[in-house]
């Protein structure tokens, strides 16, 4: 009689314990919307439940969202960057979006990224934003999210912002993950320059519209690589008469690139440095993104690293580079370029409602601000022996200017007003791309359970699996140079599986494990 009323209080604290303790899928559900502090626990509870990774991956892709109540309209959110700064971003679902709906998302990023302050009317300036339009009118998602100096498209903390918003967009909307396209004007191209070469594997293509290839290089110090333009399609727009960056001098960038293996579909229009082609060229840019859906498992991927930060490519990532000499066919497509650009060298205070223009800060480099001896705070009111009264007026002044040239600016310092004297530096000839360190290049494919990689200075690499890639029942043959470095059956790791799902949150690439090779 003892033991049946131990039997039967066992199982009514196995009934409480359950009863207490969520199942596996009820964990599940809950650690898509936890914060970080909240996934170890919830990890660990799924984990011992022990489900069929099949189950799980069924359950993630069939996951909910809620309806949202703003449709059509800018919604103002703000997020705290990594280093420890809030900053504005702003998301807008279109009128029709549907939350069962898998839908396109459009992110872009701005121009004007260096200045020293935050855009101060996010909704305004996203209101008037032509791709958030192009975005509307085709029914899309679009993601604005806002930077600054400190917090630019090609810095640590810039960057990391970005993608974690598309993360935050992925988790609360039901985004489409192979329609994914990232698109900007100015300091927003050179941005989708950086991450077609650099981070490409949320994105299905990209929209560079009056950019240089190289901002990501030459101001954000990264190792990019034109030969990476081969593995996501980009649109590139420049125009004739651009005081920044003009048809003529991004032309061999573009053709440099061509030659690499980049899938560029390039044109160049009438015009400055601004978006006035928008109406005629938008309707273009929204035909050619919808071409281009991502290809989830591309059965050829060429990638160039100087190491594991910007090593990955879809299912494919360099994780060691060695030094020595490379392959024959490990070539550096780089470029000469003349800068003529006129610069003084400062950034505005976009807040001054005053006549002139206010100096914020000076810019970091070797301008004529600093040299002539111009201070923020100081407010330039002439150049030249003409009136300044805005922006406009500087930028018409600076438009009559070449390089080498002599100049003039009258600056209100106080009560004071000064003649600053200074000269635009004579041409310089630089690389598109910096090269401060070896990189590896890997040409990798796959069929019939077989991958097969080419290497060039890599010293380890990483295949990424998913099932609908890799049969799974038989073993995966992987080969180096030539060499057979893995032959065996890859078994699901759920751990795996889940944790790369809570960092890229792509519910269409959901990798069942990955696969390390060492090759030195």
Known sequence: MRTLTTAFTLFLVAVAASAASPGWQEALDQLLSASPDAQEALLARIERSGPAWTDVVTRIQAAGFPDVSEKGTPVLRT?????GVERPWVVVAPAGYDPTVPTPLLVILHGGVSRPTIEEDPLASVREDELGALARDRGWLALHPFGQAGATWWDEVGMANVSNLVRTVKRE????????????????????????????????AFVALNGHMGVGSL??????????????????????????????????????????????????????HEFSYADDELPRVGRFLERHPRDPLPSRIVWEAAGPEFGRCRW?????????????????????????????????????DGKGVKVASLA?????????????????????????????????????MKRGDPFDLTVLRGEERLVLKGKIPEPTNY????????????????????????????????????????????????????????DARVAPDLDFLLRNFLKNRDRALLYVAEVRIPLE
Request: proline share 5%; net charge negative.
């Open 79 to 83: 997020t705290v960057c990594r280093d």
């Open 173 to 204: 909307y039901n985004v489409d993950d192979d329609r994914v396209w990232m698109a900007g004007f100015s300091d927003g191209a050179s941005a989708a320059f950086l991450h077609a070469m650099g981070a490409p594997s949320d994105y299905a």
């Open 219 to 272: 101001d954000g110090n990264l190792p990019l690589y034109a030969t990476n333009l081969a593995n996501t399609p980009l649109y590139a727009v420049t125009t004739f008469n651009d005081q920044l960056y003009p048809s003529e001098r991004m032309r061999p960038s573009i053709v440099m690139a061509r030659e690499a293996g980049g899938d560029i579909l390039y044109r160049e229009l009438d015009g400055k």
């Open 316 to 352: 494919f990532a360099i994780d060691r580079v060695t030094t020595g000499e490379p392959e024959p066919w490990h070539i550096d497509h780089n470029v000469a370029m003349v800068d003529e650009s006129v610069a003084i060298g400062f950034q505005p205070d976009d807040a001054f």
């Open 364 to 400: 970091e480099g070797e301008y004529p601000a600093a040299a002539m001896g111009i201070e923020p705070g100081d407010v330039i009111v002439a150049a030249g022996g003409k009136t300044i009264d805005t922006m406009d007026d500087l930028g018409a002044f600076k438009a009559g």
């Open 431 to 486: 690389l598109v791309f910096k090269r401060d360190a070896p990189s590896g290049l890997a040409r990798s494919s796959f069929a019939a359970n077989s991958i097969d990689v080419e290497t060039s200075r890599v010293g380890a690499f990483r295949v990424f699996v998913h099932p609908d890639m890799v049969r799974l029942d038989r073993n995966l043959v992987i080969r180096a140079n030539g060499t057979t470095v893995f």
